[in-house]
Nanobody
Framework: QVRLVESGGGLVQPGGSLRLSCAAT????????MAWFRQTPGKEREFVSAVNWSGDKYYSGSVQGRFTIFRDNDKNAMYLQMDNLEPEDTAVYYC??????????????????WGQGTQVTVSA
């Protein structure tokens, strides 16, 4: 059974930093894409960042230059370093793993596996 577990969320002041982690078990994601999405109440899940199987990285315009995604295939894990956080970054952040087939890094349809989410709150 494939399982993704996020950790590292919390409360941080504007301008602060957090690092999210995603640990995968049940399947190696070394040859699959992984991504971070976020969601706020009443809104659709929003693409944040992705890293494909070859290590290419993608970011939404709103986080480009502030967030960094990276993966550790030996640990079957993925991370999101979030710097210079803004109140608008407040959301539940979800880790996602590609399920195979046609891959569009920013589409939720490309990901078959999801974590339970971790809350990030940016507030003074």
């Amino acid at each position: 059974q494939v399982r993704l577990v996020e950790s590292g969320g919390g409360l941080v002041q504007p301008g602060g930093s957090l690092r999210l982690s995603c640990a995968a078990t049940g399947q190696s994601f070394s040859y699959f894409g992984m991504a971070w999405f976020r969601q706020t109440p009443g809104k659709e899940r929003e693409f944040v960042s992705a890293v494909n199987w070859s290590g290419d990285k993608y970011y939404s315009g709103s986080v480009q230059g502030r967030f960094t995604i990276f993966r550790d295939n030996d640990k079957n894990a993925m991370y999101l370093q979030m710097d210079n956080l803004e109140p608008e970054d407040t959301a539940v952040y979800y880790c996602a793993g590609e399920g195979g087939g046609t891959y569009h890094y920013s589409s939720t349809q490309s990901y078959a596996y999801w974590g339970q989410g971790t809350q990030v709150t940016v507030s003074a």
